[in-house]
């Protein structure tokens, strides 16, 4: 184990046979001669690696042939727009719960008409609000399934009468749920499931094609369908090491083994920050985030005592985004949990 400790928040860490492997693919590929850096993305052996990339994704959330696995450059922010381009006719209904669900519904008004039907803003987003209504006339809902700076993540769904659509950047293949609940899922690679610069895309064929509207090409997912994601050159390199990173969870007990981990992961710093009058979180209980502990100083007079323990302790990427403060241990599923240990041995020694 890596003598850091790598609490960030995204770019995330990953397993070291991923590392190892993703090294060796940049020297020598396949044993080809060529680095996967500079090789055809269409070529056969790329091709393989894309055909996998897709395929792995659907047996690990067991989604049939009705749905399709699509890897786009953008980030969840061009899905924000994506979205509603493809799914909008009239109205839409979103969950604003935190700074990126908030990004989503700016770009989709941008689109046409949406409708905000439950916001945690007021209270500093920390809570995932639960009374709401989805109504049958939108045309689909949307929500963020956890939120990174506020540390909140939805326990649940709502069932509704429309689409469901998901962004699950920072959670995604983190716990075992009804991945077939959702109509699109979304989710930026570099929180949980492979280095920056891809997007996972999962969408219901049967949704598509709907609306009266132009799209542009590259905004169509019915053109990267068509294209097997390949419409324009894909980025290889993140695709590979996503698909190593979704081997290597396979391979180690699937989504549902994730999720055990994850959860003796969490329950182990937020027993350390209940327990230890020096922390508090900034969210409630009820909501808190499996995937990021945001939380806080009771007394900001040991501010310099604790970041120079936490650092002396080789932990790297603690400090909180700059829009709430304090500190955030983000633990994905590479994170072990012998880092954690080190954080809650820092955390208990504060005097």
């Known amino acids: 184990m890596s003598n850091v400790h790598n609490f960030s928040a995204g770019p995330c860490i990953l397993p070291q046979e991923v590392f190892e492997k993703s090294a060796q693919a940049i020297l020598n590929f396949n044993d080809i001669g060529l680095s996967i850096l500079e090789i055809s993305h269409r070529s056969k052996d790329f091709v393989a ?52 669900a908030a990004g989503a519904i700016k770009e989709a008004k941008m689109v046409g008409e949406i409708d905000i039907i439950a916001s945690s803003k007021a209270d500093n987003y920390a809570y995932i609000p639960k009374d709401y209504e989805v109504r049958s006339e939108y045309d689909y809902f949307h929500c963020t399934s956890n939120n990174t700076i506020y540390g909140t993540q939805m326990k649940s769904f709502p069932k509704v009468d429309t689409l469901m659509v998901c962004d699950m950047s920072s959670d995604i293949f983190s716990r075992d ?11 930026g690679a570099q929180k949980n499931m492979g280095p920056a610069g891809v997007t996972l895309v999962v969408v219901k064929k049967s949704i598509l094609g709907k609306t009266d509207r132009v799209i542009p090409s590259y905004l169509n997912y019915q053109q990267h369908i068509d294209k097997e994601s390949m419409l324009n050159t894909p980025p290889v390199f993140p695709v590979y090491a996503s698909l190593l990173t979704l081997q290597h969870l396979e391979k180690n007990g699937g989504i549902a083994a994730a999720e055990q981990r994850n959860i003796s992961k969490a329950h182990l ?10 922390f508090e979180t900034f969210c409630r209980a009820e909501d808190r985030s499996l995937m990021n502990i945001s939380f806080k100083l009771t007394d900001e007079s040991k501010k310099d005592a ?11 990427g603690l400090n909180g985004h700059r829009s709430l403060g304090g500190y955030r241990a983000s633990m994905y599923n590479a994170m072990p949990i012998e880092s954690v240990q080190v954080l809650v041995d820092v955390m208990s020694s504060l005097k």
């Open 49 to 100: 690696v894309m055909d996998e990339a897709r395929a792995i994704v659907k047996r690990l959330m067991k989604l049939g042939d009705d749905y399709e696995v699509l890897y786009l450059g953008g980030g969840a922010s061009l899905q924000f727009l994506m979205v509603p381009f493809n799914l909008l006719k009239t109205k839409a209904a979103y969950l604003d719960t935190g700074t990126w």
């Open 177 to 187: 749920i009804d991945f077939s609940q959702f109509d699109l899922i979304y989710a």
């Open 269 to 278: 710093l937020y027993d350390e920050i209940d327990r230890n009058p020096n």
């Open 306 to 316: 604790f970041d120079a323990a936490w650092k002396a302790a080789g932990i790297s």
